[in-house]
Nanobody
Framework: EVQLVESGGGLVQPGGSLRLSCVASGFTFSGYTMNWVRQAPGKGLEWVSNISSGGNIRNYANSVKGRFTISRDNAKNTLFLQMTSLKPEDTAVYYC?????RGQGTQVTVSS
């Protein structure tokens, strides 16, 4: 059974930083591209970033490019999202995703 467990969210002021983590189990983590997606209040899912299985290819949504960095540790089955220069419009529940699977999400709130 695929399990994805996100953590690291919280309340942060505009301009602040957070680092999200996602621990994966139930599949061969190192063999899959991994994604971060988010859902803002009242809106649909938005793709944020993905990283190839080996970590050498990374893609970002225009809305986060230059501010967010995706990374992974295949030895620890863990996916990361380093978020800097956070804006109120980054407020959302953030999920890691693999194929059609998502975790329970972690809430990120950017507010003064």
């Amino acid at each position: 059974e695929v399990q994805l467990v996100e953590s690291g969210g919280g309340l942060v002021q505009p301009g602040g930083s957070l680092r999200l983590s996602c621990v994966a189990s139930g599949f061969t983590f190192s063999g899959y591209t991994m994604n971060w997606v988010r859902q803002a209040p009242g809106k649909g899912l938005e793709w944020v970033s993905n990283i190839s299985s080996g970590g050498n290819i990374r893609n970002y949504a225009n809305s986060v490019k230059g501010r967010f960095t995706i990374s992974r540790d295949n030895a620890k089955n863990t996916l990361f999202l380093q978020m800097t220069s956070l804006k109120p419009e980054d407020t959302a529940v953030y999920y890691c995703a693999q194929g059609g699977n998502r975790g329970q999400g972690t809430q990120v709130t950017v507010s003064s």
